[in-house]
């Protein structure tokens, strides 16, 4: 991959996070990888994330995978925007799971990118599927 590109993914990533994403940061994301099409993103389930039944609500895996659905199409220097999306929960979360959401790039076009995103636990079990598409806007993070 062309250095640039990956360290204008990176700028643009490090910006919408610390910058903007005030949301991502109560969380507790942390960034693990990033690049054009690809984000890594790690968060630990806290108390304060469950719901009545002691588990992750499903806002929160809904929420990280969503996060790194942003920061990977949003990585390309398009400004993209989700437009539809959908998650799948196969396995309850609990306090103290770390969760690590990973979002592959499935399909690009000028306007338009598929997502997929898969999150799993510190054991390495899927917890949920989540596939999103966004509507690329054409105006650039960086000139």
């Known amino acids: 991959m062309d250095e640039n590109k990956q360290e ?9 996070m610390l910058g903007k994403d005030a949301f991502s940061l109560w969380m507790g994301v942390e960034l693990l990888e990033v690049k054009p099409g690809f984000c890594k993103i790690k968060c630990i389930v806290r108390e304060d994330m469950l719901n009545g039944f002691y588990i992750a609500h ?9 996060s790194a659905l942003a920061f990977a199409s949003n990585a390309h220097n398009n400004k993209a925007v989700s437009v539809e999306t959908n998650i799948s929960h196969v396995k309850k979360v609990v306090a103290g799971d770390i969760l690590t959401a990973e979002c592959t790039e499935k399909n ?3 306007r338009f990118g598929i997502y997929e995103v898969e999150v799993s636990n510190q054991k390495d079990e899927k917890v949920a599927l989540f596939k999103g598409t966004v509507f690329r806007t054409g105006e650039k993070w960086v000139h």
């Open 108 to 110: 690009l076009s000028t």
């Open 8 to 16: 204008t993914a990176e700028k643009i990533v490090s910006e919408m």
């Open 58 to 66: 499903g806002g929160i895996t809904y929420s990280l995978a969503d």
